[in-house]
Structure formats: C-alpha cells, structure tokens
C-alpha cells in the first residue's frame, strides 16, 4: 500500500481529485495519509477532514526563522512515513533537505506544457495569463518529479488543452484543471501505486 502525503496551499481541487480516486478504485493500492497546508484556512483542509484524512497546518509565520519552518515540514512528513509526496498547488518553495531525503519520490501538477510558461513567477492563473498573452493554441498540464530547481525535474505525464477564442485566463485555468490536472495527477498517483513512471 502506498503511503501518499499530499501539500497543499489553496483550494484542494487537485487533492479532491486523488481523494475521489482512491474512493473510485481508479487509484489502487495507495492512500492518502496525512495532507499538510502552509495556509490555515486552506480548503483543501476542509476537503482533508470530510474524507476522514488527517491534515496538519505547518505555517511559516509561526517560525522566526525559515529554517525553523523547514524542521517543523519535515518532521511533520516523516511523522507519516510517506512512501510517495505530492505537491498539489503547494506554494512554499521545498527545502533542499527535503528534495534529499525524499529524491525521486516528490512529485508536482504544474498547469502548463512544461517547458513553456513554468519556473519562477509561473505559478496559479499567471501560468494562464502568460499562454493568453503569447497565444499558443494548445496549453495543458505536467505531472513532474520535483528537484532542486523549480518545475525543472523529470517529465512523468502530459495532457494537451485546446484554447478557445475568448478565453479568460479563469475559463482556460479551469478547462486545465478539468481536462488535464485532474486526469493526470490521479492517473500518474494510480501507476506509481503499481509500480510504474518512478
Ligand atoms: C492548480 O492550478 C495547480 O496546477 C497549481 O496550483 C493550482 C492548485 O489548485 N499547481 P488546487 O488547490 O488543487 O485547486
């Protein structure tokens, strides 16, 4: 069975995804442990608890130092002995040390075709703002192993999404999620539970 911690920073419509997932029996042999928020008042928390999923705030405010931060994170995650983490929205840059520990077995839902429109800044609706203002045609969404850099690590999955004329960048964010994200987080979670793209 794999252990499955999930960090999340927002509305949790990615966690919301795996938690239907492993309900559905589309995700096999994985569970989802504990999820851990930077934000309190994070929904995806709410979503945590109505599925009976332990959650767990670990804020940097409540540490003067960042380092400080970084040992309450990491002693959170090995409190629930993760075999498998996931970043879904999770906005906190990750600790080196963490990336160390755990190398290989981080894994992130970034909204773009990786390369395009990812790295520092592209993060959220900015991603979608940016496709917009260049005008690709096709956008979507890439399942990535996480590593020092920032969405720089190995490539495990991809879904392409038409852009319409007249999209917003709130109307092409959700075609993404509905189209891309929340297919292919649960499906690259379900083959990595069997033993696959890692
Ligand atoms: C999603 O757009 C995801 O691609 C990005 O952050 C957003 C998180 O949304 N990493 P949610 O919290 O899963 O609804």
Redesign the pocket.
Same mark, same amino acid.
């Given at each position: 069975m794999l252990r499955v911690v999930v960090l999340?920073?927002?509305?949790?419509?990615?966690?919301q995804a795996l938690i239907d997932g492993v309900q559905s029996g589309r995700i096999e042999d994985a569970q989802i442990v504990g999820v851990i928020s930077n934000n309190a008042g994070a929904f #995806?928390l709410e979503r945590a608890r109505r599925a009976g999923i332990p959650g767990f705030c670990v804020s940097p405010k409540e540490y003067a130092e960042r380092a400080e931060f970084h040992r309450a994170l990491l002693e959170k995650l090995a409190g629930l002995e993760p075999d498998l983490i996931v970043l879904?929205?999770f906005l906190v840059n990750i600790p080196p040390e963490m990336v160390q520990t755990y190398r290989g077995r981080i894994i992130n839902?970034?909204?773009s075709l990786i390369p395009s429109f990812c790295g520092k800044g592209y993060?959220?609706l900015k991603v979608h703002e940016a496709a917009l203002a260049r005008g690709v045609k096709v956008t979507g #969404?890439t399942v990535h192993v996480v590593d020092e850099g920032t969405d720089t690590g190995r490539i495990l999955l991809q879904k392409a999404v038409e852009v319409k004329e007249g999209d917003t960048p709130e109307i092409l964010?959700r075609r993404v999620?509905e189209e891309a994200?929340w297919q292919i987080l649960p499906e690259a979670v379900a083959r990595i539970a069997k033993g696959e793209l890692l």
């Open positions: 999340v920073s927002g509305g949790g419509t990615n966690l #995806a879904a929205g839902i970034h909204p993060y959220g #969404a964010q999620m994200e």
